[in-house]
Each structure stands twice: as C-alpha cells, then as structure tokens.
C-alpha cells in the first residue's frame, strides 16, 4: 500500500500543536511547582527526629511510586466526585500529576539532603542559627545543588508524563495528535509531528539543566 | 458493603484475566526490552563510533518520547506501513523498544564503571571479545544492572496501563468497563489501585533482597 507524505495538514494545524505542546508544559510546571512544595515538606519532615512523621512520608512515597500514573488520575477524576471532591478536568490533572510528581521529589530530595555533609550542619548550629535558619541557609542551597541532576531527569519524566492528560481529554499535544491522526488519516505525519515536538522540548530542557549545572559547580 | 462485595463477585473473573494480562505483558516486555538493552548497551560502550551514532541516536529518541505516544505511535502507523498487528502486539512492542532505551542506558552505566584493564586481562589470558563480555564483564555488571532491573519491571508494570487506551484487556481497561457497568468508581478504581500497589510492593522487596544479595560484603 503506498503512503505519500502531506505536511500540508499539519502546517494548517500547527498553531493546535503549539497550543497543545504549552498546554503541556503549564500542566507540567504547575505541577512541579506543587510536587516541589510536597517534596520540600516531606523530605525536611524525615529530619525530625520523631519517627511518626518519617514513618508517613514513607507511606505516602511508596503508595503512590508504586501505583500507576494513569490509575491516579482516573481514581482523582471519575472517583473522587463520588466523595463530593469535585474538580474540573486540568484542576485534577494538576492535583494527579503533583501527589505524583511529591512522591518521586521527596526522594530525590532526601537523598540530597543525606549528602549534606554533617560538618557544615554542626558549623551552622555552633554559630547559633536557628533550626529553619540553618534549613534555608546552609541545608538547602548545598541540597539543591546536590539534586540538581535527579532534578533534571525528574522533570523531563513529569513532563512526559503530561501526554497521558490525553485520557481525560485535556487537549495538550498528544490529543491533538491523535485528533489530526483520526479526522485526517494522515497517521505519519501527527505522530511524527508529535514525537518531535516533545523530543526537542525535553533535549532543551535538559540543555537548560545542564546549563544551570555548569553555573554551579558541585559544592 | 454489600452490594460492592456483590459486583467484585460478579467481575472477579474479568479482575483476574485483566491481572494476569498485565503480568504477562510485562514480562514479555521485560525480556524483550533486556534483549534489546543489552545489545545497546554493549554497542554504546565497546562499539566503534559507527555503530556507536545510531544507537545513541535512537536511545535518545526513545527516551524523549512519552510511552503513551510510543504506544499510539506503534499502533496506528505499523498498520499504515503495511504490519498488521493486534493491540496486544503492537503494545508489547512500544514497552519493549521503552524498556530496551533504559536498559541500554543502565547496562551503558555498568559496563563503564568497570575499569578497562579488565578488558586488557582477559585479552592477555587469550579470551575473545564475546567472551570477556560473558565471563568477565557482564558478571561484575550485574551487582549493578540487578537492582535498577527489577525496579524497570516495575515501571513497566505501571507504564503496561497505557495499553488500555489502545483498547488491550489488562487490568486497567478490564477495572473501566466494570466501572461503566456499575458506576462504583470509587470502589473499583480504589481496588485497582490496590491490586497494581500490591505487585509492584512486592516487586520493590523482592528488588531490596535482590541488592543486597548482590551488594559487595
């Protein structure tokens, strides 16, 4: 069977790939920014010295690294209304992919925060910094720098994971392509189309991680 | 109460076939995918740039794509380019080609983390390449490549509900369709959750016995 490839389509419908592809990424940034809060909390809450609060991060990180994506997002978007929690459709996508992206953050900071060398904790606690002034201003920036390359590929992931945003029909870049892809048969050129479009945002976001690496070099 | 115990009993066989599906989807990937990733990862580290380029190339492609356009991609095209595949074919493929980008990238990172001079030994004992690959290198690898293994099958188990937006019967499409018989979302979406928590909870433990058993004492 011959196929003749016609880009005409997609450069018709270009500007919904674009549109899509942003929409994807302001899902993927809300969510991080959530995930991010998430991670810092759970991850700082472990340092206490209590054992309740470590014993409940634990918890929630492997109940939810260990449940899928997908499930998460269609229990919060078709199941949650039935316990009166009614959420519109990219409201719960950004609550799915933030639980989600919490889990996976919590430990790439933990393991951060466990290279934190115990010299620099006891220098700051002689000079008399208080417990949150020594969390913000030695923990951290030496965390940071530490788990800026899990950092880096936790984000790539969770912005790939915005394709599945398809399911509950937000229109981001994969629906849009699997919407050209049935009204237009023309299956090559969406799906390519697609591939390269989120190909060539993660290589830039991962140029950009790269970039912020280079500019602080390891502690 | 009592009605849900009533409808898991009415759907207990669809649960069960939808469950096994998804195991065997996944290990057939797995196994698919560690084949793959093998010849990957040997060719990335111990290839010449020939063979090294392309390789690179396709694995950064791979693993720049969502799995879900993979999956989309290898069930609409493949049909276009003249393969007729089922769903369930066409789904394998998608995981196992997903799987094989990371673990080319994975068995990549063990191999060279071994030092060269292993390489050079077993030249000088007179072993050939494939060789040195089987006795000397892959085995030193592996206390590496076994604990972020199991945890692939892991994602791969998760990653093996995407296949229900293709319309294959695992466990994820098998839980939607009794939802859209008895809109008991919560209950059955909760049970779903659970059941996917479970085999992946005991693959986690199963992957903590198996790092340590091939921890160095």
């Avoid at chain 1, 996976?104 to 208080?130: H, K, M, N, Q, W």
């Avoid at chain 1, 849009?176 to 190909?199: D, G, I």
Wanted: charged content about 15%.
């Amino acid at each position: 069977m011959g196929y003749s490839f016609q880009f005409g389509v997609i450069e018709a419908n270009l500007d919904k790939f674009l549109q899509g592809l942003v929409l994807g990424l302001a899902l993927a940034f809300a969510a991080i920014f959530i995930g991010t809060l998430i991670g810092l909390l759970c991850a700082f809450a472990t340092m206490a010295k209590a054992q309740t609060p470590s014993r409940l991060v634990g918890i929630y990180v492997s109940a939810i690294r260990n449940t899928p994506l997908l499930v998460i997002i269609l229990f919060v978007y078709f199941a949650l209304p039935q316990l009166g929690i009614r959420l519109g459709k990219h409201e719960s996508f950004v609550f799915s992919l933030a639980i989600y992206a919490g889990a996976y953050l919590t430990e790439v900071f933990r393991s951060g925060l466990a290279g934190v060398p115990r010299g620099v904790i006891d220098a700051g606690r002689a000079i008399g910094l208080t417990g949150f002034q020594l969390a913000l201003c030695v923990i951290s920036p030496i965390m940071w720098r530490n788990c800026l390359p899990a950092l880096g590929t936790t984000f790539i992931s969770l912005f790939k994971d915005t394709s599945l945003a398809a399911v509950i029909a937000i229109p981001e870049l994969t629906y849009q392509a699997r919407k050209l892809n049935t009204e237009t048969f023309r299956v090559a050129e969406a799906w390519a189309t697609a591939s390269v479009l989120y190909l060539a945002t993660c290589l830039l976001i991962a140029a950009g991680l790269r970039q912020l690496e280079r500019r602080f070099p390891k502690f | 109460m009592e009605h849900f115990t009533h409808e898991l009993w009415v759907a207990r066989w669809a649960l069960a076939e939808g469950l096994l599906l998804t195991v065997e989807i996944s290990l057939a990937s797995i196994f698919c995918g560690t084949i793959i990733g093998l010849l990957a990862g040997v060719g990335l580290t111990y290839g010449t740039w020939i063979l090294r380029t392309p390789i690179r190339a396709l694995v950064d492609c791979v693993r720049g794509i969502p799995v879900l356009v993979l999956i989309l991609t290898s069930f609409y095209l493949l049909t276009f380019a003249g393969i007729n595949l089922t769903a369930i074919e066409s789904g394998l493929l998608a995981l196992s080609v997903f799987c094989g980008a990371h673990m080319g990238e994975i068995i990549r990172g063990a191999l060279q983390s071994i030092p060269r001079t292993q390489i050079d030994a077993g030249r000088a004992i007179g072993l050939t390449f494939p060789r040195i690959l089987v006795y000397v290198l892959l085995p030193q690898a592996m206390r590496q490549i076994m604990p972020v293994w199991i945890n692939t099958g892991a994602e791969l188990v998760k990653a093996s509900t995407l296949l229900s937006v293709i319309g294959t019967g695992e466990l994820l499409l098998r839980t939607q369709e009794i939802v859209g018989r008895n809109f008991m979302t919560l209950e059955f979406y909760g049970l779903c959750g659970l059941l996917y928590f479970l085999v992946n909870y005991l693959i986690e433990r199963f992957g903590k016995l198996a790092g340590r058993h091939f921890a160095l004492q």
